[in-house]
């Protein structure tokens, strides 16, 4: 089984940048692809971003909310994927998870993947 190991995740101001890292180990050959969901307080999780596990580079899916300010990349060495985040806004305060998708289905889709990360809180103010 695929384990998740996140970092980086810490009290930011609004316009600040950060960046999250997932490691992983396991049986990481079983996964499709990997992505990142978070969770606000009192809303349901919602999607992120995810990668496919293309070479050299797999194909990359955002949210409406995020996109082009985040961004998601892979290092393929260190089996550890990353979620840049750019010009955060206090909306963008919630519990970052990282997940390996092992099931079929859209990337964007809670329901395909099978294995998460504990999370990483990221409050931003204002």
């Known amino acids: 089984q695929v384990q998740l190991v996140e970092s980086g995740g810490g009290l930011v101001q609004a316009g600040d940048s950060l960046r999250l890292s997932c490691s992983a180990s396991g049986r990481t050959f079983s996964s499709d692809a990997m992505g990142w969901f978070r969770q606000a307080p009192g809303k349901q999780r919602e999607f992120v971003a995810a990668?496919?596990?293309?070479?050299?580079?797999?194909?990359?899916y955002y949210s409406d909310s995020v996109k082009g300010r985040f961004t998601i990349s892979r290092d393929n060495a260190k089996n550890t994927v990353y979620l840049h985040m750019n010009s955060l806004k206090p909306e963008d305060t919630a519990k970052y998870y990282c997940?390996?998708?092992?099931?079929?289905?859209?990337?964007?889709?809670?329901?395909?993947?099978?294995?998460w990360g504990q999370g990483t809180q990221v409050p931003v103010s204002s």
């Open positions: 997940a390996a998708k092992g099931r079929r289905g859209s990337a964007a889709a809670e329901y395909a993947y099978d294995t």
């Open positions: 990668i496919t596990f293309g070479w050299p580079s797999g194909s990359t």
